[in-house]
């Protein structure tokens, strides 16, 4: 048990290096899990709608099932950078809607005076801003997320071993 920081630190730090250099990983693997669940989604929709009987057999449900599992194949064939992209688009889009909403949030609670408006309109500005330079360099934004990842692991590493150190000597 005293050497578990001193493995889970060596793990943290190699894994922190790995991802240093290959920054994009993390994102990748984000989109793997996320195609994964597409993937499977799709499957369990198909069977859900085999097993129905004829009266709550809906052919939209088939045809989005289907499209779920093709989707889901195609992600799980994509290239780790296409994943990437995928993800950092989509979390682009999220942004952006969502940076949106809070305006128009934002917007109404000034007419009505309600004292954090500003802020709220703010932190959709920011959100705006974000999503619009995710969609412009999704690969630039999927290396930064990744290098941070890299240096929260090395840190992580670090520190267990330090504390590894100061336990045991």
Known sequence: MKWFPLVGGIIALLAGFYLFINPVT??????????????????????????????????????????????????????????????????????????????LGGFQMQKINFPGAKSYKRSAYIALILGIILLIQPTLSAAIIGRFVAFILIAIGASAIYTFTRINY
């Open 26 to 103: 993390v994102v990748a693997t984000l989109g793997w899990f996320i195609a994964l669940f597409i993937f499977i989604y799709g499957i369990s929709n198909l069977v859900r709608y085999l097993q129905a009987d004829s009266y709550h057999r809906s052919p939209w449900y088939l045809v989005q099932s289907i499209l779920a599992v093709i989707f889901g194949i195609i992600l799980l064939s994509s290239s780790a950078m296409s994943l990437s992209n995928t993800v950092m688009t989509i979390l682009a889009y999220w942004l952006l809607v969502s940076g949106i909403l809070r305006l």
